[in-house]
T-cell receptor, first 108, second 115 residues
Framework: AQRVTQPEKLLSVFKGAPVELKCNYS??????LFWYVQYSRQRLQLLLR??SRESIKGFTADLNKGETSFHLKKPFAQEEDSAMYYC??????????FGPGTRLSVLP | DSGVTQTPKHLITATGQRVTLRCSPR?????VYWYQQSLDQGLQFLIQ???????AKGNILERFSAQQFPDLHSELNLSSLELGDSALYFC??????????????FGEGSRLTVL
């Protein structure tokens, strides 16, 4: 069965500290992995996708197929990073499966 | 605004009632997805339509139904409402049948409260 876990419901860090939001998935085949973000009073939106190997707003995510993980990282958190983050694997021809989400709170 | 629009934004109703949530996808998008987000829960996929036809079904209750019309807007009908149906219902759209580019565009959601 397809499953994605984000073990932390809430993660609080101080501004300037590194942050890592964990995501583990259980998925048949080789899914594509995405991170979505929802800032306060904004719509849920795509943050980044692993296939692009991109860095968005200083965030990167490494796909570890051996550990089936796709953790989101940023070396220096900013207050504007406070938001709800969802990990979302997607199999070919299949729909997104969203994780339960992690609320990141960056403290001043 | 050519983004995904959902109406109503808020809806309060009583148990046993029936409501309809409406979604207009982004201009040019053919796929519409419905998700439910209950308190402290992630997004649960309900159903997807592509160009008027049902394409995929998730954890959608039999009391719920949806359709996509020729103009591509979609409606989610929730009937015999129960307290547990209180949630935020999101609509999302994408260009293609399987969101090949990997991006879903979300609406702001419709918050349903069942009393």
């Amino acid at each position: 069965a397809q499953r994605v876990t984000q073990p932390e419901k809430l993660l609080s860090v101080f501004k300037g500290a590194p942050v890592e939001l964990k995501c583990n998935y259980s998925y048949s085949g080789s899914p594509e992995l995405f991170w979505y973000v929802q800032y306060s009073r904004q719509r849920l939106q795509l943050l980044l996708r692993h296939i692009s190997r991109e860095s968005i707003k200083g965030f990167t995510a490494d796909l570890n197929k051996g550990e089936t993980s796709f953790h989101l990282k940023k070396p220096f958190a900013q207050e504007e990073d406070s938001a709800m983050y969802y990990c979302a694997p997607k199999g070919e021809g299949q729909n997104f499966v969203f994780g339960p989400g992690t609320r990141l709170s960056v403290l001043p | 605004d050519s983004g995904v629009t959902q109406t109503p934004k808020h809806l309060i109703t009583a148990t046993g009632q029936r409501v309809t949530l409406r979604c207009s996808p982004r201009s040019g998008d053919l796929s519409v997805y419905w998700y439910q987000q209950s308190l402290d829960q992630g997004l649960q996929f309900l159903i997807q339509y592509y160009n008027g036809e049902e394409r995929a079904k998730g954890n959608i209750l039999e009391r719920f139904s949806a359709q996509q019309f020729p103009d591509l807007h979609s409606e989610l009908n929730l009937s015999s409402l129960e307290l547990g149906d209180s949630a935020l219902y999101f609509c999302a759209s994408s260009v293609r049948r399987t969101a090949v580019t990997g991006e879903l565009f979300f609406g702001e959601g419709s918050r349903l409260t069942v009393l």
